[in-house]
């Protein structure tokens, strides 16, 4: 069966300090992968989607990057975390026109 | 503005009692789904309609889709207290080939016991 992990789940650093955020989907191929971030009380943003390695489109321009290293690996990070950076990050994978299947989300809380 | 939004903002019921809420989106879609979020976990896929579809049933969820109104609505029959969670409809567009999908801000659902 299909299984997607995110970790960390929770995560608190400094303003000004790196970020890596990392989603690794099994028992598929070739999904498609997107990165969303959810402010308190709010609807998702999608901030990245990519559909094969290193395949990677922004809909957001904004002090974040993702990466595809590897089909079923994909990675959200900063160089610089700002404060507005803080939120809850959800990663998830579809094929076609189906549902999505998300993880469990990272809590990020930039200080 | 988001393509979807939903209605009402929140909703609380009691157990055994319907729960209906509502999505408008603006622009042409190919699918409209729902989902539902438990306080701070990943969304959970509910139901998915197709453009041409109009209705779809799955357990006690009831969804419809009018596309010449650009509104769908998802029903919960009976309800209970475990389906305490926010509830988003997502749209997929027409002008998308890649299966993306657009939030809207969610209707937060209470049922008490």
């Known amino acids: 069966s299909q299984t997607i992990h995110q970790w960390p789940a929770t995560l608190v650093q400094p303003v000004g300090s790196p970020l890596s955020l990392e989603c690794t989907v099994e028992?598929?191929?070739?999904?498609?992968l997107y990165w969303y971030r959810q402010a308190a009380g709010r609807g998702l943003q999608l901030l990245f989607y990519?559909?094969?390695?290193?395949?990677i489109s922004s809909e957001v321009p904004q002090n974040l990057s993702a990466s595809r290293p590897q089909d079923r690996q994909f990675i959200l990070s900063s160089k610089k975390l700002l404060l507005s950076d803080s939120g809850f990050y959800l990663c998830?994978?579809?094929?076609?026109?189906?549902?999505?299947?998300f993880g469990s989300g990272t809590r990020l809380t930039v200080v | 503005s988001q393509q979807g939004e939903e209605d009402p903002q929140a909703l609380s019921i009691q157990e055994g009692e319907n729960a209906t809420m509502n999505c408008s989106y603006k622009?042409?879609?190919?699918?409209l789904q729902w989902y539902r979020q438990n306080s701070g976990r990943g969304l959970v896929h509910l139901i998915l309609?197709?453009?041409?579809?109009r209705e779809k049933h799955s357990g006690r969820l009831r969804v419809t889709l009018d596309t010449s109104k650009k509104s769908s609505s998802l029903l919960i029959t009976a309800s209970r207290a475990a389906d305490t969670a926010s509830y988003f409809c997502?749209?997929?567009?027409?002008?998308?080939?890649?299966?993306?999908?657009?939030f809207g801000a969610g209707t937060q659902v209470v049922v008490t016991p």
């Open positions: 622009t042409s879609i190919n699918n």
């Open positions: 028992g598929t191929s070739n999904p498609n």
């Open positions: 998830a994978w579809s094929q076609g026109i189906k549902g999505y299947t």
């Open positions: 997502a749209t997929g567009l027409t002008t998308d080939s890649w299966g993306k999908l657009q």
């Open positions: 990519s559909v094969g390695i290193g395949q």
């Open positions: 309609i197709r453009s041409n579809e």
